[in-house]
């Protein structure tokens, strides 16, 4: 069993910048690729980034490219999210997802507000 804990979400300004942490405890969690996700109030959840079990590739969904940065601490066991220039839109809650062949895990859930 793994356990993923979200931290990092909070209250910006527009343009303003937020980091997002995703932690794994449990089992071993460095086979597992990751991505993060987002949810808005009345919205279908969306997939924004995703990173190999290596790091060595990541994506990113359009609407986020040029802005938000994923990477992981294999040694920490924590997945981040690095999230520059954010806009109102990007109000969601925050969710990251481990997902291998063996699992599939959720964290619960960071809040994340842009707003003036």
């Known amino acids: 069993q793994l356990k993923l804990v979200e931290s990092g979400g909070g209250l910006v300004q527009p343009g303003g910048s937020l980091r997002l942490s995703c932690a794994a405890s449990?089992?071993?969690?460095?086979?597992?690729?990751v991505g993060w996700f987002r949810q808005a109030p009345g919205k279908e959840r969306e997939p924004i980034s995703c990173?190999?079990?290596?790091?060595?590739?990541?994506n990113y969904a359009d609407s986020v490219k040029g802005r938000f940065t994923i990477s992981r601490d294999n040694a920490k066991r924590t997945v981040y999210l690095q999230m520059n220039s954010l806009k109102p839109e990007d109000t969601a809650v925050y969710y990251c997802r481990f997902a291998s062949f063996v699992g599939d895990y959720w964290g619960q859930g960071t809040q994340v507000t842009v707003s003036s």
């Open positions: 990173i190999s079990s290596s790091g060595a590739s990541t």
């Open positions: 449990g089992v071993a969690s460095d086979h597992y690729g």
